[in-house]
Structure formats: structure tokens, C-alpha cells
């Protein structure tokens, strides 16, 4: 129902300047806010400025402005120079900006929810007159249950789209759209890396949007890297774009990864290592299959991933960039490292949680693949059999995620021949009979591996472990088979 002021008394309209005034001005500092904080102009604002501010922030939003800065409004508002002057009786853009750049976006939900409480009691109001005036309807209801029914039900719809704002309510029935996609396997979209991977990718379904996947490791054996080469490059290699949250590794660790990764996997060229680039020890021809791996990387990625690099655990942080680059087509987003805002407070488990359910929110809202690298705990480094519960001050965080794996450099004593040989092998299939067998095969002494588990999947079969041989000089992993660990 349309707010009209002058029907409103002076009592329901306390502080509603305030109100109003410090939600707009946050939609205007942080413009993403949008997208989570809908409101209908009519039914939501009271004052004509409010309303008018707030379908000009959607407007420009909605054109591709994501930050409003004082030039960027003004050249949008050369188009509607009404409205500019209409903005310039009450102080200009300049002012506009300043007075949103005091708002502390941070309490978003606080000034989100003044007005809906507000706006509960004008509608509360409104009812009351509505009850008065149908008092001869009621009087004539059969029993006093319709009475209290007729009631409930003005006063239930007045509150619900108010107080249910963050509810998603879907009655069973299967259309045959729904029904279309189930049997093209379309149910659940999903962002494959079997071109490396296949076995995992097959177990875990991939990079299903709207869900997280989390990766795990001990401290020094190599998440970014994993997550890189095996994750990262296959998205972009398909053309999505993947925003990359780090708050370890700089933006150039991963390109010097990226590089040996086109190197290798496009140009099958192997002689230059990330050691040579690193130390620019590179011959006339290095440098001519650099020059290609600029023109691949320039003409088949460029844009591909967004990274951003900060030296903080503030979640909210993290949250704003995903809403924003979802926006701008990002449907995989990288969040390495996750880590506690507070490390050194003994309730760093309780943030962990917390942060990890707000991300989890988060990629479902935007429907985004969320990918969270994650350590293993220094006591549980040197065991062979890792699972959730070795995690790093947050054991439960594992119940928010879809798809967890965790992995490890292959111990010398586990590989063939050794105390605890993890007996690699292949399912093999017989051609004559159709029955699988394990291929069994060795792991070479002057190479190294890594071992994932596969210790949880909502998609697939979980418990399973999966080898791989690691080329560090390159950044590169190549899936093997299965492997066998030996419990601690």
C-alpha cells in the first residue's frame, strides 16, 4: 500500500528522516547493497526525496555504475537535467557524496531493519482503521474462530512481507520445465575441471554454482597452487570469470603460476621453470615462447579473473567483492586463505563458523561456486590419514559446505615397495567379460605426489583417495588413479 504522509500521524513518522536518510545514503556509498536490500518506493518511503534518491541509485546501479563517485553521477544526470536541478535545491551531488561517505555501511542490517519495523507499525495503523470500518462485517461472521481468523489474516499480511524478507518458500510440484532440466542433467548447474581432473571432477560434480567447496591442506603443501592449476585455470579456460580473494599470495605468485600453466599445457613447451622466471635466467628462445604465452594469455584470458589482494580477515570484505563481481558475470569465486578475523582469541573457532555460514549465504544468493582454501591443524601435519576433524580451529566448519577435500605431499614412506605403500591403481575394465579390475602401478622414487581425500560430498561418494604426481617447476598436477593410505 502507497505511503501518503499526510495520512500518516506525527507519532508513526518519529525519527522517519533519520531513517529513511541512512539507508539511502548507504545504498549510495556501497551501491551492491541493492542488490540484498530491495525496497518498493511506494510502499516503502514515506518522503518524496527518499524515494526520488533511491530510484536514482537503482537506475544508475542498473546502467553499470557501481561506484558512485561525483563525476560518474554528474555525467549520468547530463541526461536528466530536471532531475539535477531538483538534486542542486538541496545541496548538489557533491554534498550527496559527502554525506554518504559519513554512513558506516557496516550496520546496513540495523538501518534496514528501522525501517521495516517502522513501516510494520504504519501499516498496523492502517489495519486498525481497516478493523474499526469492518466492524459490522465481523459482527455478523458466524463464531468467534472466523473473527479471530479475519483478524489474523490482516494483520499477517501487513507483517509478512516485512518480517519474512530473507525467506524462500516453494510449495512441491515438479512442472515440466523443472522436469526437462532434471533429465538433461540441468537441475544443478555446474563449472566442470575434469580436463584435469576428471576422477574428482566426476566424484564432487564439478564446481556446482551456489555452493562451496572447500580445500584443505597442511601449512607450505601448496592450496593456491592446487586451487590454481586445478580450479582455476579450467574455469577461465571456459571462459567464466573468477574472482580471486587472497590475503597470502600476491597478485604476481599467481601469474608466475598462470604463465607456466599456458607454457606447458597450450604452447607444450617445458623449458622455462618458474625458478628460471623468477630469476630471469631465460635464453633468446625463452623469451620468444614468453612472448607467446603474452599474446595466449592476452587474446584467450584477459579479464578472466578479477584478483583482489588484502591484508585482512573482515569478512565483509570478502561478501562485498563477491555481490559486486557477480554483477560484472563472476560466477567462481576463490577465498584464499579463510582464516579467523582474531586468530589469537580463544573463541576463533566460534568466527570461523560464523564467517564460513555467512559466505555459504552468500554464494547461494549470488549463485556462485565458491571455492575456500583452508589449513590443517600443526599437530595433525605429519599424519597420513587427515579428515575434518584435523581442521585448524574450526572443526564444525565443514557442516556448511558442499565439497571438502584434503591433501597432502606423499610421504617416503608410502611410496611402492616402502612400510606403508599406498599401492596406487586404475579400474580397468575387461574387454570379453565387462567385469572392472585395479590396475596396480609404482610411483617413482625421484618424483612427487600428492594424495587428496575426498572427505565429504553432498554430490557423490565420498572416503575415496586419489593420487597425483605434482610437477613444482611448472605448477602443474596430473591425476593418476586411486591409492590405498595406511591408517595412522
Same mark, same amino acid.
Given at each position: 500500500?502507497?505511503?501518503?504522509?499526510?495520512?500518516?500521524?506525527?507519532?508513526?513518522?518519529?525519527?522517519?528522516?533519520?531513517?529513511?536518510?541512512? +539507508?539511502?545514503?548507504?545504498?549510495?556509498?556501497?551501491?551492491?547493497?541493492?542488490?540484498?536490500?530491495?525496497?518498493?518506493?511506494?510502499?516503502?518511503?514515506?518522503?518524496?526525496?527518499?524515494?526520488?534518491?533511491?530510484?536514482?541509485?537503482?537506475?544508475?546501479?542498473?546502467? *553499470?555504475?557501481?561506484?558512485?563517485?561525483?563525476?560518474?553521477?554528474?555525467?549520468?544526470?547530463?541526461?536528466?537535467?530536471? +532531475?539535477?536541478?531538483?538534486?542542486?535545491?538541496?545541496?548538489?551531488?557533491?554534498?550527496?557524496?559527502?554525506?554518504?561517505?559519513?554512513?558506516?555501511?557496516?550496520?546496513?542490517?540495523?538501518?534496514?531493519?528501522?525501517?521495516?519495523?517502522?513501516?510494520?507499525?504504519?501499516?498496523?495503523?492502517?489495519?486498525?482503521?481497516?478493523?474499526?470500518?469492518?466492524?459490522?462485517?465481523?459482527?455478523?461472521?458466524?463464531?468467534?474462530?472466523?473473527?479471530?481468523?479475519?483478524?489474523?489474516?490482516?494483520?499477517?499480511?501487513?507483517?509478512?512481507?516485512?518480517?519474512?524478507?530473507?525467506?524462500?518458500?516453494?510449495?512441491?510440484?515438479?512442472?515440466?520445465?523443472?522436469?526437462?532440466?532434471?533429465?538433461?542433467?540441468?537441475?544443478?548447474?555446474?563449472?566442470?575441471? *575434469?580436463?584435469?581432473?576428471?576422477?574428482?571432477?566426476?566424484?564432487?560434480?564439478?564446481?556446482?554454482?551456489?555452493?562451496?567447496?572447500?580445500?584443505?591442506?597442511?601449512? *607450505?603443501?601448496?592450496?593456491?597452487?592446487?586451487?590454481?592449476?586445478?580450479?582455476?585455470?579450467?574455469?577461465?579456460?571456459?571462459?567464466?570469470?573468477?574472482?580471486?580473494?587472497?590475503?597470502? +599470495?600476491?597478485?604476481?605468485?599467481?601469474?608466475?603460476?598462470?604463465?607456466?600453466?599456458?607454457?606447458?599445457?597450450?604452447?607444450?613447451?617445458?623449458?622455462?621453470?618458474?625458478?628460471?622466471?623468477?630469476?630471469?635466467?631465460?635464453?633468446?628462445?625463452?623469451?620468444?615462447?614468453?612472448?607467446?604465452?603474452?599474446?595466449?594469455?592476452?587474446?584467450?584470458?584477459?579479464?578472466?579473473?578479477?584478483?583482489?589482494?588484502?591484508?585482512?580477515?573482515?569478512?565483509?570484505?570478502?561478501?562485498?567483492?563477491?555481490?559486486?563481481?557477480?554483477?560484472?558475470?563472476?560466477?567462481?569465486?576463490?577465498?584464499?586463505?579463510?582464516?579467523?578475523?582474531?586468530?589469537?582469541?580463544?573463541?576463533?573457532?566460534?568466527?570461523?563458523?560464523?564467517?564460513?555460514?555467512?559466505?555459504?549465504?552468500?554464494?547461494?544468493?549470488?549463485?556462485?561456486?565458491?571455492?575456500?582454501?583452508?589449513?590443517?591443524?600443526?599437530?595433525?601435519?605429519?599424519?597420513?590419514?587427515?579428515?575434518?576433524?584435523?581442521?585448524?580451529?574450526?572443526?564444525?566448519?565443514?557442516?556448511?559446505?558442499?565439497?571438502?577435500?584434503?591433501?597432502?605431499?606423499?610421504?617416503?614412506?608410502?611410496?611402492?615397495?616402502?612400510?606403508?605403500?599406498?599401492?596406487?591403481?586404475?579400474?580397468?575394465?575387461?574387454?570379453?567379460?565387462?567385469?572392472?579390475?585395479?590396475?596396480?602401478?609404482?610411483?617413482?622414487?625421484?618424483?612427487?605426489?600428492?594424495?587428496?581425500?575426498?572427505?565429504?560430498?553432498?554430490?557423490?561418494?565420498?572416503?575415496?583417495?586419489?593420487?597425483?604426481?605434482?610437477?613444482?617447476?611448472?605448477?602443474?598436477?596430473?591425476?593418476?588413479?586411486?591409492?590405498?593410505?595406511?591408517?595412522?
Amino acid at each position: 500500500m502507497e505511503k501518503i504522509r499526510a495520512n500518516i500521524p506525527e507519532k508513526y513518522l518519529e525519527n522517519r528522516d533519520t531513517i529513511e536518510g541512512r +539507508l539511502i545514503l548507504a545504498f549510495w556509498k556501497q551501491p551492491e547493497l541493492l542488490d540484498e536490500y530491495k525496497l518498493n518506493p511506494k510502499d516503502d518511503l514515506v518522503n518524496e526525496d527518499s524515494r526520488l534518491l533511491y530510484n536514482l541509485a537503482v537506475k544508475m546501479y542498473e546502467s *553499470g555504475i557501481i561506484e558512485f563517485d561525483l563525476v560518474s553521477v554528474e555525467t549520468y544526470l547530463e541526461k536528466y537535467p530536471q +532531475l539535477l536541478a531538483e538534486i542542486n535545491e538541496n545541496g548538489g551531488v557533491k554534498e550527496l557524496i559527502r554525506s554518504a561517505n559519513t554512513i558506516n555501511t557496516v550496520n546496513i542490517e540495523n538501518y534496514y531493519d528501522d525501517l521495516l519495523k517502522a513501516n510494520y507499525l504504519i501499516d498496523l495503523y492502517f489495519t486498525q482503521k481497516q478493523l474499526v470500518s469492518d466492524f459490522d462485517k465481523m459482527k455478523n461472521m458466524t463464531d468467534s474462530l472466523c473473527v479471530a481468523d479475519y483478524v489474523e489474516h490482516l494483520v499477517g499480511e501487513c507483517a509478512s512481507s516485512k518480517i519474512m524478507k530473507k525467506v524462500e518458500v516453494n510449495e512441491l510440484y515438479i512442472s515440466d520445465q523443472l522436469l526437462d532440466e532434471i533429465i538433461q542433467g540441468e537441475l544443478i548447474e555446474t563449472i566442470s575441471f *575434469g580436463e584435469y581432473a576428471p576422477k574428482l571432477n566426476d566424484i564432487v560434480f564439478g564446481l556446482p554454482l551456489g555452493m562451496t567447496f572447500m580445500v584443505s591442506a597442511p601449512s *607450505g603443501n601448496g592450496k593456491s597452487n592446487f586451487i590454481t592449476s586445478m580450479m582455476i585455470y579450467p574455469a577461465i579456460k571456459q571462459g567464466e570469470i573468477v574472482t580471486l580473494i587472497s590475503n597470502e +599470495l600476491g597478485y604476481k605468485q599467481y601469474l608466475i603460476m598462470l604463465i607456466t600453466m599456458v607454457l606447458t599445457r597450450e604452447l607444450d613447451y617445458y623449458k622455462i621453470t618458474r625458478d628460471k622466471i623468477l630469476k630471469a635466467k631465460l635464453t633468446a628462445e625463452d623469451i620468444e615462447k614468453l612472448k607467446e604465452a603474452q599474446a595466449f594469455i592476452n587474446n584467450n584470458y584477459k579479464g578472466g579473473i578479477k584478483f583482489i589482494n588484502y591484508n585482512s580477515s573482515d569478512i565483509d570484505i570478502v561478501i562485498r567483492n563477491m555481490k559486486k563481481y557477480a554483477r560484472l558475470g563472476s560466477r567462481v569465486v576463490v577465498y584464499d586463505t579463510m582464516k579467523s578475523p582474531n586468530s589469537a582469541n580463544e573463541r576463533a573457532w566460534a568466527d570461523i563458523i560464523e564467517a564460513s555460514k555467512l559466505l555459504t549465504y552468500t554464494c547461494q544468493e549470488t549463485n556462485q561456486a565458491l571455492i575456500l582454501s583452508y589449513q590443517i591443524a600443526m599437530h595433525a601435519s605429519t599424519k597420513r590419514f587427515l579428515t575434518g576433524a584435523d581442521l585448524s580451529q574450526g572443526k564444525q566448519i565443514k557442516e556448511m559446505i558442499t565439497n571438502h577435500i584434503i591433501f597432502r605431499y606423499l610421504k617416503p614412506d608410502e611410496y611402492s615397495g616402502e612400510r606403508y605403500d599406498v599401492k596406487p591403481y586404475r579400474w580397468k575394465r575387461e574387454e570379453t567379460s565387462g567385469k572392472t579390475y585395479k590396475e596396480y602401478f609404482k610411483t617413482d622414487p625421484d618424483k612427487r605426489y600428492i594424495v587428496v581425500y575426498v572427505e565429504k560430498t553432498r554430490n557423490g561418494e565420498d572416503g575415496k583417495h586419489l593420487l597425483y604426481r605434482f610437477d613444482g617447476h611448472h605448477a602443474t598436477y596430473t591425476e593418476l588413479g586411486y591409492c590405498t593410505v595406511v591408517p595412522d
